[in-house]
């Protein structure tokens, strides 16, 4: 059965918050200290709160959080709306903000139909480009980026946390 992709509602704030830390605690072994991503799980109720906040305040913002459902369950969530760079270039772009799969369902098409969604609600929004910023070392996500149509743009910064700095590369697309 193929994902459903929906707007997220603040009832689904606690999954899409264990989604997020358990794609972190996968994703990100081996690039974020393992004791932060261990501790991760302590911070869910912390987290269940923001997301509550996100999703409530989202449509206000002009963004918006999208929830992917496999079996009934919220397998993965993907927030965007417009870029939050600097600059009058940066005005015109929209932005993924974050895309993330509960690692039990990696590879079973969740990813792929948020992405696909939150590409057309950015177009549909009048954005002709996205931009979105992904760690450099992690090159699972860049595979997947790549697969749908991103590509570097030779932008870069830092991503501080657990106390340590991340290079993160920004990518680019035109939107459908």
């Known amino acids: 059965m193929a994902p459903l992709v929906r707007e997220a509602q603040t009832a689904d704030a606690a999954e899409i918050a264990m989604a997020h830390i358990r794609s972190w605690q996968v994703g990100y072994a081996g ?3 393992g004791d932060f991503l261990r501790d ?10 923001r997301w509550q906040t996100l999703i409530l305040g989202a449509e206000a913002e002009g963004s918006f959080v999208l929830v992917g459902e496999a079996e009934g369950e919220v397998a993965g969530w993907l927030s965007g709306g417009p870029c939050r760079g600097e ?10 903000y974050g895309c993330y799969v509960d690692p039990e369902r990696w590879r079973q098409g969740v990813g792929s139909a948020l992405m696909l969604a939150g590409l057309e609600r950015l177009a549909g929004a009048g954005y002709s480009q996205a931009v979105l910023w992904v760690l450099a070392d992690n090159s699972r996500a860049r595979a997947f980026y790549e697969r749908h149509g991103w590509r ?4 870069s910064k830092l991503f501080e946390v657990a106390g340590e700095n991340h290079p993160e590369v920004r990518y680019r697309r035109r939107l459908p």
Do not use: H, N
């Open 152 to 155: 570097a743009d030779g932008a």
């Open 31 to 33: 690039i974020i200290s």
């Open 40 to 49: 991760l799980d302590l911070d869910l109720p912390r987290r269940t709160t």
């Open 87 to 96: 600059g009058s270039e940066e005005s015109a772009l929209g932005e993924v």
